[in-house]
């Protein structure tokens, strides 16, 4: 199965078919011949394919090609004649900042990160930054040295980011926008239940609730109980017609999203089941996320029952580097575990904010830190 595309590459439209499970470097080495993006461990941890989505660095190994769909992708190529990249190649010669040269791209692209965006760092926050590029040839020292010299140079303007603020010609102008755009602006977008969600990911899971069935659908066909037991999930109104408005929070590690927008949920009450679907904009990481949740109920005698659920996602935008399968995989199985935790407690008549100490986010903010790290690393 493929999907069709329509991205902006280096300031050029680009409409292609691809595969969902194609990420972005493979896309731009293979389809585009755009050679100058290294690959080098495709785990996310080397830093070598580090590279532009809407004027910000991502491991372009992480992102697949499809969630860039609207955005702007700037690769080591398309900032030949930028004046800031020439002030870092010309520091990097002089510094004698590369050997073998696989690191260099990866490393030019932290490099103009960090000298546009900060414009005070000193040794100590240089060597932070870079921490995420890895360097087998140089010892790191002569690169630091070419930063702070280009630092010294400053200030920097981030030209293309400005460009990515603005629609290229040919390239789909309103997904762009609604990206690049405070949140404030974003558009309040409602999804309906049968939206597709076209290159999304599928998971399935299952989890048993010491609860009858009954009191099981008692507690997860009313929306706002639903929320009440998933850290970081907001609803602030539901309609008669089941709209609903709210907000999801997630934080891996330092990158914090907080996914605001409008949704949908329908009930059968006769089977037990039901489906939300939405769509939500951070306005802080220019990212959007849409899913749909299916669930059904089954009785597993009279004191126990099943809760079956069925998701599918897609990520759109920076964060999409974090929306590798395996990733959110272990997000969701932690996610599910404390909310039939928590649905387990307003079974027994307990209240969720009192009892879960133990469960709220910054223990699942732990476990996500954690499920990143045994991702990156043992994939
Ligand atoms: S190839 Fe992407 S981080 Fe190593
Ligand atoms: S110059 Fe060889 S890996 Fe950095």
Not at 55 to 71: D, E, H, I, K, N
Not at 74 to 93: H, N, S, Y
Not at 241 to 263: K, M
Not at 345 to 374: C, H, N, P, W, Y
Request: proline letters at 4%.
């Amino acid at each position: 199965m493929t999907a069709t595309t329509t991205l902006s590459v280096n300031g050029q439209a680009v409409s292609a078919s691809v595969e969902p499970r194609t990420h972005l470097a493979d896309f731009l080495r293979e389809s585009l011949n755009l050679t100058a993006t290294h690959i080098g461990c495709e785990h996310g941890v080397c830093g070598a394919c580090t590279l532009f989505v809407e004027g910000r660095p991502v491991r372009s190994c992480l992102t697949f090609a499809v969630s860039c769909g609207g955005a702007d992708v700037r690769t080591i190529e398309g900032l030949q004649d930028d004046p800031v990249m020439a002030r870092l190649r010309a520091a990097f010669t002089a510094h004698h900042a590369l050997q073998c040269g696989y690191c260099t791209p990866g490393m030019l692209a932290t490099a103009y990160d960090i000298v546009t965006r900060l414009p005070g760092a000193d040794e100590a926050r240089i060597r932070e930054e870079l921490a995420g590029n890895l360097c087998r040839c140089t010892g790191y020292a002569g690169i630091v040295e070419a930063i702070r010299d280009v630092l010294a140079q400053g200030p920097h303007a981030h030209e293309f980011a400005q460009l990515a603020r603005t629609a290229p010609s040919g390239a789909k102008a309103p997904a762009l926008a609604a990206v690049a755009a405070p949140e404030s602006s974003l558009p309040q977008q409602s999804a309906s239940a049968d939206e597709e969600i076209v290159g999304g990911v599928t998971l399935s899971r299952s989890v048993t609730v010491q609860a009858s069935q009954e009191r099981l659908w008692s507690i997860i066909s009313d929306p706002m109980t639903v929320a009440k037991c998933f850290p970081g999930a907001k609803v602030d109104s539901v309609s008669p017609e089941g709209l609903v408005a709210g907000s999801f929070t997630v934080t891996i590690g330092a990158v914090s999203a907080r996914f605001a927008g409008r949704g949908k949920v329908a009930f059968d009450g006769v089977a037990k089941s039901g489906m939300v679907s939405g769509m939500g904009d951070d306005g802080a990481s220019r990212s959007r996320a849409q899913g749909k949740v299916a669930f059904s109920t089954a009785a597993e005698g009279a004191d126990a029952s099943l809760l079956v659920v069925d998701i599918t996602y897609k990520i759109i935008g920076p964060l999409a580097q974090f929306a590798r399968a395996r990733l959110i995989a272990e997000i969701v199985d932690r996610l599910l575990k404390l909310f039939a935790n928590n649905v387990q407690l307003l079974a027994e008549g307990k209240d969720v904010s009192i009892e879960t100490g133990g469960f709220g986010l910054s223990m699942l903010l732990g476990a996500m830190v954690a499920a990143l790290r045994r991702a990156l690393f043992r994939e």
